[in-house]
């Protein structure tokens, strides 16, 4: 008769923790360090010459905002896909709508004004805004975990030390 050892696998306490594992895949296949920490300079700047003076801040925001959420994602694998689109976000998309709004010859600028009824500057400002709305939800998502974990050590300091009561 041929036995078999089974390696046995750690129990898992909670549904979240067992989304989680799965989601890892096993544990030898997965590298040590799942996210690289790698950080790329962004290809736009905010002082960028092609840039109109009222976008000049809302792209500063912007990579501001990629810059923290970036690295509060490198300490969770479970938000690679964050990493992943903010990464994408400043590397790829900013730039390519700076580079396609600096494209247009400014005398053809007006151009988009008598179609759309907005000027391209407005276009494009309202674009960043989206992007940073967007990483506006992605932060506060992230931080919610805290802010909880906060709230709830507030609700305990005031039932144990709010009282007159000295708790035994």
Do not use: C
Request: glycine letters at 2%.
């Amino acid at each position: 008769m041929l036995h078999r050892f089974v390696e046995r696998k750690p129990v898992v306490s909670g549904f979240l923790d067992r989304v989680a594992s799965w989601l890892a895949g096993p544990a030898a296949s997965r590298p040590e360090a799942a996210i690289e920490p790698v950080r790329t300079a962004p290809t736009i700047e905010p002082e960028d010459l092609r840039l109109p003076d009222t976008t000049r801040p809302r792209v500063a925001r912007l990579l501001s905002l990629a810059s923290d959420i970036e690295a509060r994602s490198l300490d969770d694998a479970l938000m690679i896909s964050a990493l992943t689109e903010v990464r994408q976000m400043r590397d790829t998309h900013l730039p390519q709508l700076v580079t396609s709004y600096a494209e247009i010859p400014a005398a053809h600028r007006a151009d988009i004004f008598r179609k759309s009824g907005k000027s391209a500057s407005y276009n494009l400002n309202s674009a960043v805004d989206k992007m940073i709305q967007r990483l506006e939800t992605l932060s506060s998502t992230m931080a919610q975990d805290d802010i909880d974990s906060f709230a709830d050590n507030l609700r305990f300091i005031e039932q144990r030390y709010g009282s007159g009561d000295p708790a035994p």
